[in-house]
C-alpha cells in the first residue's frame, strides 16, 4: 500500500507513471506502424 501510495504522491513516481505510460503508447504506436507497413508491402508485393 506505502507503494501505491508513493507512486502517485511524490514527484518521482509520477515521473515513474508517466514514463510507463509513454514507452506503453510508443510500443502501441510501433506495432500499428509495423503491421501497416507490413500489409502495404504484402500489397505490393502481389501486384495490387
Known amino acids: 500500500m506505502k507503494a501505491i501510495v ?3 504522491s511524490t514527484d518521482y513516481g509520477l515521473m515513474s507513471v508517466g ?12 506495432v500499428r506502424l509495423f503491421t501497416r507497413k507490413m500489409d502495404e508491402s504484402a ?3 502481389s501486384g495490387r
Do not use: H
Open 6 to 8: 508513493d507512486l502517485f
Open 19 to 30: 514514463v510507463i505510460a509513454f514507452v506503453i503508447g510508443m510500443g502501441v504506436y510501433f
Open 43 to 45: 500489397r505490393q508485393a
